[in-house]
């Protein structure tokens, strides 16, 4: 039996037509995606010699893609593709889906330094600003471990009612997700997080992944 540490109330069977899981309010929605719009743009303004500087080093690593560009599930269950810098080989998955682990090997070495900073993530500005993502939210993931994860546990479902975040509590706090027992321990606390959350709560998270990555913590 796989370990779960945090169980919520959501009704795991039956067909679910609307979901109303989602505390935040109106008005709160309103500016979590006005602050999402205008720090990605600023973002992605004030760190474009980053992007520059990134993009020529993969290019002068490798050829081909400097981007990596995968489908992913997001709000309401509809696709989207996510975008980062590439960190892994052309081969990485050419026996199908792989979860990521810690010190992978599939990693190039420049790869390695980006994942560890956590700069392959900066493309996904992009999504934040066009509406794919938001700041904070459940890490998006592909349909594949989605169908995996629903075998489990079906309240996956209702995640699809918010967006998807570039970081989250179960981000910080769960390490990398390569096993199930991680995945559904991911799922948890990311149910928690759509029960309630708020801006107060998603300031917090913020905060809290800011000071990780600048004290260098793996995560």
Sequence with gaps: MIYRDIYRNFP??????????DTMKSWQKFLKRSFDIIFSFLGIISLSWLFILIYIAIKFQHDGSVFFTQERIGKGGKPFTIY??????????????QLEIKNDSRRTPLGKILREHHLDELPQLYNILIGDMSFVGPRP????????????????????????????????????????????????????????????IDLKILLETVVTILIGKKI
């Design 12 to 21: 795991t069977t039956g067909e679910i037509k609307v979901l109303h899981y």
């Design 84 to 97: 980062k810098f590439r960190t892994m080989a052309y081969d990485a998955e050419k026996f199908g889906p």
């Design 141 to 200: 993931e592909r349909r594949y471990f989605i169908d995996k994860i629903m075998k489990y546990d079906s309240r996956y479902k209702y995640l699809y009612e918010i967006q998807p975040g570039l970081t989250s509590e179960a981000t910080l706090h769960n390490g990398y997700t390569d096993t199930m027992e991680k995945m559904l321990k991911r799922l948890d606390r990311d149910l928690y997080y759509l029960e309630n959350r708020s801006l107060a």
